[in-house]
């Protein structure tokens, strides 16, 4: 009796420490299902995705081809290119997040409202930048008739313009133990050829005060200087 008592007790120790271990493992949050099935690579890391060219004249068609080339490259801007870039932001997530596991975020959240109020949007490229200033500089100080906020996306759309931010997910990127939001941009003219998809980062987020994002191909620019 005593023996099985012993095994019992043994065993629920072993289980929790295990449930303990696979809760440290998760080390942030995912909000979107398509990132979050991208984030089993075999899904995608060999995938081909719509040719995507670069000023070099190189060419990317999978997740690998991308990560190497965009940290020596400058892509090309035109409007076919842009579109096929699209495509290839799930690959900066997956270069993003590397071996680190994400949980299912939830979804009572009001992320949506700080990414309107609180985030710069002078601090990274956009076809709003000349609209700002010191006094109107997120999403919040334009026409909020033209505002839908959501959990986790928060969308400017005008008659002529269509302009989305959404949190994809939530990690310590740069490994400082300071939340790290990862977003991703679509801002598009719906009349023109203007297109721009973007992946960014905002770094050390708290729980107050003005947010700047850095585009991904800027941050792994950075890291490419640095290590030359």
């Not at 990132?35 to 995507?52: D, E, G, S």
């Not at 931010?165 to 023109?192: I, M, P, Q, Y």
């Amino acid at each position: 009796m005593t023996r099985n008592i012993f095994f019992l007790l043994a065993m629920s120790y072993f289980l929790a420490a295990c449930q303990g271990q696979n809760e440290a493992v998760a080390v942030g949050s995912v909000y979107n299902d398509e990132a979050a099935n991208a984030l089993q690579p075999q899904r995608v890391k060999n995938k081909k995705l719509a040719t995507l060219a670069f000023d070099s004249g190189a060419t990317a068609q999978t997740c690998d081809e991308y990560t190497r080339l965009i940290a020596i490259a400058t892509l090309k801007e035109d409007v076919n290119n842009q579109l096929a870039k699209g495509e290839y932001l799930l690959c900066e997530v997956l270069a993003i997040v590397g071996d680190k596991k994400l949980r299912p975020g939830r979804q009572d959240v009001m992320y949506g409202q700080a990414l309107a109020n609180r985030l710069d949007l002078r601090s990274f490229p956009s076809s709003l930048f000349q609209m700002l200033d010191e006094k109107k500089y997120s999403l919040s100080h334009l026409d909020e008739k033209a505002l839908k906020v959501q959990s986790t996306v928060v969308t400017y759309e005008t008659a002529d313009w269509y302009y989305r931010l959404e949190l994809v997910a939530t990690l310590d990127v740069n490994n400082n133990g300071k939340a790290d939001w990862v977003l991703w941009l679509a801002d598009e003219a719906k009349s023109g050829n203007y297109r721009q998809y973007q992946t960014l980062i905002v770094y050390d987020v708290s729980d107050k005060g003005r947010m700047t994002a850095v585009p991904y191909e800027a941050t792994v620019k950075n890291t490419q200087r640095q290590r030359q």
